[in-house]
């Protein structure tokens, strides 16, 4: 990869946030992190991690999912304790579109995924921004800020006919009443 190409790839808008690191986990620097993506089947050897509002590249030395993929271990490179893994604790993990082309064949979790993404009807009306995605198991709900409040909407009442993924744009039937609450 060029310098350049690098340095473009630094921009949270020529990335995709593909997790987030929750903490330290155990003692040689390894850290827990819910990953939106399979790991294992895209072999990543590096990845952005959000400090400070700028991405950071750290080398991944190895990863490791859970059985159902809402879990991971991640150990970086040159990070070889609990104290030097702390700096990670609540960072979003980023990468690359360009890398990464065809995200959708790789989602293990679409609804952590498009969360900050805008939400339009299937007219292409703006909802709003999606700022949360609640995974109760009986009425998944996402969060969406529409005329300046939060709403919840039901998963299973809405029908998402496109995600676009580059435009970080959701595009879906949503019942008009849903909104009117």
Do not use: R, W
Not at 10 to 27: R, V
Request: glycine share 2%; proline share 4%.
């Amino acid at each position: 990869m060029l310098f350049n190409e690098a340095k473009n790839n630094l921009n949270f808008d020529n990335c995709y946030k593909i997790g987030k690191i929750f903490k330290p986990h155990a003692n040689k620097g390894q850290v827990s992190a819910k990953i939106f993506v399979a790991l294992e089947i895209l072999k990543l050897e590096s990845v952005f991690v959000e400090m400070n509002k700028n991405l950071i590249p750290f080398f991944i030395d190895y990863s490791m999912s859970s059985f159902n993929n809402a879990s991971a271990i991640i150990k970086f490179i040159g990070i070889d304790n609990m104290e030097s893994s702390k700096i990670f604790s609540s960072n979003n993990v980023y990468f690359p579109k360009i890398q990464l082309p065809d995200i959708e064949d790789f989602l293990t979790d679409f609804e952590n995924f498009i969360i900050e993404y805008l939400l339009y009807t299937s007219d292409n009306k703006l909802v709003g921004k999606i700022l949360e995605f609640i995974d109760d198991n009986k009425n998944p709900l996402f969060v969406v800020e529409y005329k300046n409040a939060d709403v919840l909407l039901p998963i299973f009442s809405i029908e998402i006919i496109e995600a676009d993924f580059q435009n970080q744009k959701i595009i879906a039937n949503i019942p008009q009443s849903l909104l009117e609450l």
